[in-house]
């Protein structure tokens, strides 16, 4: 038997140095038995290669001495030797026991420069090609890198882009590139059609989508270009809108765009399907899984029969349920809703059955796309790792999550089969979006200390590509002036922990007061998710007062603030807050609500306890019209916990709290107008937003209509001898107005007109406020 092998090698090898050649078209046929069995080689020759060091050859074949190879393995040399770009030709032959590559090197690129290019800089365009100075010069390469500018200027309106290149060659056999852009004129989307729509109107669905018809501002945020892909993104939020409103069979027939050659603009038409609208039916659930008790699972149900059909209703419902099995130990249990349509009545009857499904576990999560944000910020939104069982649930929550960062313009995750039949691989494609912005706010006083003033702030999301979000803030006013600086890591020693931190420093010169007031401080923070809707904050506040001023024109209370200072609070909080906003910057839909405790006594100034809270309901009042009303309200009160409060202390409202009054604009007062807060408040506002007739809905601007009230009493500072207190009973004060309120493109910006129509005599008033919008 060994001497039959040994024959067989001799043959073998003897075939494979007299007629074995491989190129870059293919690989010579083995004569005889498989190289595999005796093809041996005892060293590795390099020919040709100057620039490349023959060691780098040699690390790119998968040939080794001494080791077996086969056909196989010449094959695949070849191909990584052509993939390193350095080599316009390949050869492998053997000769005598050696393995002889012959190679002919590409040209080094010596420079790469761009010309023409004003839209977009070089440092940009460096960074799409991929051709690159002492790199290998590739006419495949820079083909691609071609395609990749002209994508670059498409996706800025610019699709009639030409680019050539010219290849000038200097010594040595290396190459200068250029790139010339050609930038042509800018394409821009001036219509937008809807056709078969009856329910909503093209207005109402085109503030839907992301596409925008170009406008004033489109300069600034480039939604007026037409692009494929977001056109497809577009169909797919026309989807959840109509699932989301009762249109179970909407469908998006087509998406199409015409380009006006002559005026360089595209018309987009959008052909929709809406079919009849749905209300829930009877809802059920279903098990077949031993140990799960349906009637238990009822209560997670988070519609009603009779309520118009909700996908998200349907998801939420799934996700709930797939988290209660989960728990309860059935890993591979499965969701799965049964839609039962009865087209007579327009009702969706909804069974959710509990099955087992199979066991399948992840054996890797692929992540694909991302060029700026970090693996582990994609990966730390999955309940499920390498290793653990697989559910579809968990994974289709982990994707609103990833949608829900605001990092990604697209996200879509997708499952292969893995190396067993019960191994499943989760692919994850996302595409990083811009995440910083620029914002600007503002507001005006008629009061004391009035005046204009304005706040800029630089905001990143996703610094770094690491998750973490920073925020740097400075503030000028004609007696004012405010900087702020936030950090917060998301998740905090690898748990779903939200650490952070604020410092801050404000400057306050109230002429009219005759006073000033400074404070700057920190506060160390930790958020902990409790539910998906429901989380808890933990903080450290260290704050430093000073007050400067002139004492014969103030009361006591201030004359001791300004003798004491610099005065220290040292507290700790912490708050629960509830959050079911179907979006952050203009909500159609939910609740947020917050309840805070905070004692001071840590040392410092201070000692109380505070306890306040505050809550705000959304609800679409006319769906078509897009009219949005809002109620909300806030509380809180004060204890004292030892000896007297000072002006610091106390609660202090204003135009923040009551639009149509000035900071501490009410509440109790010393006689001679000094301001000094509240141990007690109430709060309440409704208001109405709609979009403004005669202007297009993707403009971003709304008016809004609202009334607010409330009222500050009780004290607990001190005043001096011959000193009096005003206003420390519960009057009510009210106000009604008018907003103006644009999603800018340097963030929400809001202008309010307010008019006091309860108050007191010796309230203040402030009827302009400008500044940032917020849900609260």
Excluded: C
């Amino acid at each position: 038997m060994k001497a039959g092998s040994r024959f067989l090698n001799a043959v073998s090898a003897f075939a494979l140095s007299a007629s074995m050649v491989a190129t870059g078209t293919g690989v010579g046929v083995f004569a005889g038995t498989s190289v595999a069995q005796a093809a041996v080689i005892n060293r590795v020759e390099v020919r040709g290669a100057t620039r490349v060091s023959a060691d780098t050859v040699r690390a790119n074949i998968t040939i080794v001495p001494g080791k077996n190879f086969s056909n196989a393995d010449i094959d695949a040399s070849v191909k990584r030797l052509y993939a390193t770009g350095y080599f316009s030709d390949v050869s492998i032959n053997v000769a005598g026991g050696t393995l002889v590559v012959t190679v002919s090197e590409n040209q080094l690129v010596n420079q790469v420069v761009f010309n023409g290019n004003r839209k977009i800089k070089d440092d940009k365009l460096q960074g799409l090609v991929r051709t690159q100075p002492l790199g290998p010069y590739s006419e495949a390469t820079v083909e691609s890198d071609i395609q990749a500018i002209k994508g670059a200027y498409a996706a800025i309106g610019r699709s009639d882009v030409t680019v050539t290149t010219q290849v000038v060659p200097i010594a040595e056999g290396r190459v200068n590139i250029a790139f010339v852009i050609n930038e042509g004129e800018r394409t821009k989307i001036s219509q937008i059609n809807f056709v078969g729509n009856e329910a909503y109107s093209d207005g109402r669905l085109q503030s839907v989508i992301a596409t925008k018809e170009s406008g004033i501002f489109s300069f600034l945020t480039r939604k007026d270009v037409y692009n494929p892909d977001k056109l497809r993104a577009d169909e797919e939020l026309l989807r959840q809108f109509y699932y989301n409103r009762g249109y179970a069979d909407f469908q998006v027939i087509s998406s199409d765009a015409t380009l006006n050659e002559e005026t360089n603009e595209y018309t987009v038409t959008i052909t929709v399907e809406e079919g009849p609208r749905y209300d829930f039916g009877a809802v059920n659930v279903e098990s077949t899984v031993e140990g799960v008790d349906a009637e238990e699972l009822k209560g997670l149900i988070q519609s009603r029969e009779g309520s118009v059909y909700k996908a998200k209703d349907v998801q939420d419902t799934m996700s709930e349920i797939s988290k209660r099995v989960a728990s309860e130990g059935y890993p591979f249990a499965r969701v799965t809703p049964r839609g039962n349509r009865d087209l007579a009545n327009h009702t969706i009857a909804v069974d959710y059955l509990v099955d087992q499904g199979e066991r399948a576990y992840v054996e890797r999560i692929e992540i694909r796309g991302n060029t700026r944000t970090r693996d582990y910020v994609i990966r730390r939104e999955f309940d499920v790792g390498e290793g653990d069982a697989f559910n579809q649930e968990m994974i289709a929550r982990a994707k609103r999550r990833l949608e829900a960062l605001g990092y990604f313009s697209s996200v879509n995750i997708s499952t292969q089969p893995g190396s067993a039949a019960d191994r499943v691989v989760i692919v994850v494609d996302v595409q990083d979006q811009s995440t910083g912005s620029f914002g600007i706010g503002g507001g005006y006083s008629a009061g004391s200390g009035g005046g204009f003033l304005v706040e800029a702030s630089i905001e990143e999301k996703n610094f770094l590509g690491r998750g973490q979000y920073i925020r740097l803030a400075a503030g000028k006013g004609e007696d004012s002036q405010t900087y702020n600086v936030s950090f917060t890591e998301p998740y905090f020693l690898g748990y779903r922990l939200a650490a952070g931190f604020d410092l801050f420093k404000n400057e306050n010169d109230f002429d009219d007061d005759h006073y000033s007031y400074n404070d700057q401080g920190f506060s160390l923070r930790v958020t902990a998710p409790i539910t998906e809707a429901l989380s808890t904050t933990l903080r450290y506040n260290y704050t430093e007062f000073e007050y400067f001023g002139d004492k014969d024109e103030l009361s006591t209370p201030y004359d001791r603030a300004i003798d004491g200072s610099p005065w220290t609070r040292s507290s700790v909080s912490q708050s629960i807050t509830y959050n079911t906003l179907d979006d952050a910057q203009l909500p159609h839909e939910g609740i947020l609500a917050s309840v805070t405790q905070e004692f001071a006594g840590l040392g410092g100034s201070s000692d109380f306890y505070k306890l306040t809270g505050k809550a705000k309901w959304y609800y679409t009042v006319n769906d078509e019209a897009d009219i949005i009303a809002s109620l909300g309200g806030s509380a809180g009160h004060l204890f004292k916990t030892s000896g007297s409060m000072e002006v610091f202390d106390q609660f202090q409202l204003g135009s923040n709290d009551i639009r149509g009054f000035e900071r501490n604009g009410l509440g109790p007062r010393v006689n001679n107008g000094d301001a000094l807060g509240g141990t007690t408040y109430f709060t309440a506002s409704a208001e109405t937003s709609f979009p403004l007739p005669g202007i297009p809905r993707d403009s971003g601007f709304r008016g809004a209509l609202f009334v607010d009230a409330g009222t500050l009493y009780g004290n607990d500072v001190a005043v001096g001898p011959g000193e009096s207190v005003r206003g420390e009973d519960a009057s009510l004060r009210a106000s009604v107005g008018v907003g103006l309120i644009w999603a800018s493109p340097f963030g929400p910006l809001r202008v309010d007109y307010a008019v006091p129509v309860a108050k007191e005599d010796f309230d203040e008033i402030q009827n302009f406020k400008f500044g940032i919008n917020s849900s609260f």
